[in-house]
C-alpha cells in the first residue's frame, strides 16, 4: 500500500477523486465530503496536498480559496500547520537522528515528502517550539538544520 492509499484508508468516509484538468497552480481542492487531487503533480506533493486537505475537513468552514480575509487565512496557516506536523513529526525526526538519515533527500524518502516540505515543517517547529527545544528526552537544536542531543536521565 503506498503512503496516498495508506493515508486514505484512515478516512474511509471521504470521497477522493485524482483529477488531471486542474490547472497547473492548483494542487488539491475539498467540497463537502470530497478531497479531489492534481493527478499531474508528483506523488510526494500528492501526499503532502492529501494531508493539508484532510486538515482543512477537519478545522476549516467555508470557501476559503481566496484566502481574502484574516481568518481565511488563519484556516489555511492552521490546516498547513496540522499537515506539516502530521507528515514530519518530532518522534519521526528522532528516528532519523538514531539511524544516521540526516541528509535532506534521506530524510524526505523516509516521510514520503518533498525536500522543501521538509525545510517547512522545520521551519513551522521553530516559530511553534522555539529555536531549542526538549522533546521525548532529546534537546532539539534548529538553529542550524537541525541537531538532536539525547539527554541523559
Known sequence: MTPIE??????????????DDFPPKLGGLTYDNEIMINKN?????QYQI?????????????DITK?????ER?????????ALEKAVTLDGLI???NDGLWELSE???YFNVSGDFILKALDHYRTKRGLIFKYHGYLF????NVNLTKLEP
Request: glycine letters at 2%; aromatic letters at 8%.
Open 67 to 71: 484566502e481574502s480575509t484574516p481568518s
Open 6 to 19: 495508506k493515508l486514505m484508508s484512515t478516512h474511509p468516509n471521504i470521497k477522493y477523486t485524482f483529477r
Open 141 to 144: 537544536d534548529l538553529r542550524r
Open 50 to 62: 492529501l494531508l493539508e486537505e484532510l486538515a482543512h475537513l477537519e478545522t476549516s468552514v467555508g
Open 107 to 109: 530524510m524526505a524518502e
Open 95 to 97: 528516528y532519523c537522528f
Open 41 to 45: 503533480r508528483p506523488a510526494s506533493d
Open 74 to 82: 488563519q484556516q489555511e496557516n492552521y490546516a498547513r500547520s496540522l
